[in-house]
Nanobody
Framework: QVHVVESGGGLVQAGGSLRLSCAAS????????TGWFRQAPGKEREFVAA????????DYGDSVKGRFTISRDNAKSTTYLQMNSLKTEDTALYYC?????????????????WGQGTQVTVSS
């Protein structure tokens, strides 16, 4: 069983930046693909970003391309999401997810373990 904990959310003004962290324990982190999803009130969970086990491949949802960067440090069993040029529409609960597969995953159903989420609120 893999335990996932997100951190780094908060309140920021539009145009600002935040860095989310996702720490995993209980498994072999370097063999897992990881991803970030978000869910705003009344909306479906949305794919944000994914990274493969080695960090050599990444991909992003269209709404965040060019603004967000996903990365990972396998020595620390941690995945990061650097969010720049934040917009009010980025406001959501952000979830980190881990899949017992080395590649990228774009659907929530592709992931096996989830954190509880960290709230990001962007004010105008």
């Amino acid at each position: 069983q893999v335990h996932v904990v997100e951190s780094g959310g908060g309140l920021v003004q539009a145009g600002g930046s935040l860095r989310l962290s996702c720490a995993a324990s209980g498994g072999t982190f370097s063999t897992y693909g990881t991803g970030w999803f978000r869910q705003a009130p009344g909306k479906e969970r949305e794919f944000v970003a994914a990274i493969n086990k080695s960090g050599t491949r990444t991909d992003y949802g269209d709404s965040v391309k060019g603004r967000f960067t996903i990365s990972r440090d396998n020595a620390k069993s941690t995945t990061y999401l650097q969010m720049n040029s934040l917009k009010t529409e980025d406001t959501a609960l952000y979830y980190c997810a881990i899949r017992d597969n080395y590649g990228l995953g774009y659907r929530a159903s592709a992931y096996d373990y989830w954190g509880q989420g960290t709230q990001v609120t962007v004010s105008s």
